[in-house]
């Protein structure tokens, strides 16, 4: 393991990070509008391709994801722990050409990828879409199979980060990140100390049947779309407390939580289709799946939306009662929650894919 650090502090060492002035910092962003202007003519001369060309990142919606949340490695990681990493690259390259299964995250992203078809049909040149980027500690060596796995169930994934046994952490502002998922609790953690958007990927027992049509993605309220300043009364001074507390601050909105920045990007999204009379049709539905009551603490949940200027399509409280069954009846690609029993419960009712979020340090980095 290098000694080389990759946060983004000033460093003497020769290996480490070096703070740029605000006059430098200016110039390399012009280089960079430079470099990408160059990169999209030599794109637009080619005759034809069948890959469609990666957005700016700067105008897209970025989503990273790990390698081991897009894809099954629980094998490859027992090979990696008890046999070391030397082992691991050699069983990789001798099975490069065997596709990896799909992972907690992989029918996510088909659902992502599926609206940025949708979005190309009707505005063929706007570059406000999602980009998927594969951001990952593992060797070099290991790409080929993971470009082959990428390219055997035909996703759309250009852009890779392969650490080499580093941490990613540190280039997911680099990359613009949006949204990070992981299998790794760890990696999570130290992208919310970062500021980006996090959640830790969950595998389930099986395959569940998922709409291939319509993106699904459900939150819950408090400490995901919201602060959990509300969560802490319920801890501290009980429910009768907290329902008081609500409905005093009614009209006061709530302060925003890590997951609302992600929220509003898939409403900024949704209006692109509603503004095509695509409403009804629309290939995006949000839910929000809260253990809230409704008339004892709904109205400020919905108020604090309203005043956001946000929508979401399905708004389902339910008063301490199990999410499982209802998140089996949603479908939903992901779901974010930030209590681990609501993630366990929905995994014994074989719900896959279910996701943690950890907001509690975490605040959306403008990208």
Known sequence: MSSCSSDKSPSSSACGNIQLTPAQEQAAAVGAEQDWAAAKAFYDTLVSTKRPRPPKPQNAITVAVSSRALFD????RKIYEEEGVETYVKYQEENENVPLNPGPAFYFVKALEQVNARLRELYPNDEELFDIVLMTNNHAQVGVRLINSINHYGLSIERFCMTGGES???????????????????????AIEAGIASATMFTANKDIPYCDKQLRVAFDGDAVIFSDESEQIVKEHGLDRFFEHEQMNENKPLAQGPLKGFLEDLGKLQ??????????????RTYLVTARSAASSGARVLKTLRSWGLEIDEALFLAGAPKGPILVKIRPHIFFDDQMFHIEGAQQLDWPRVCIGKPKQKKRTAA
Request: aromatic share 12%; proline share 5%; glycine share 2%.
């Open 73 to 76: 490695m629980v094998k490859d």
């Open 168 to 190: 990613p952490i540190g280039y997911l502002t680099a990359y613009l990140t949006n949204l990070y998922l992981s299998a790794d609790s760890e990696k999570v953690q130290e």
């Open 271 to 284: 209006k692109k289709f509603y503004a095509k009379d695509e409403r009804l049709d629309c290939p995006i």
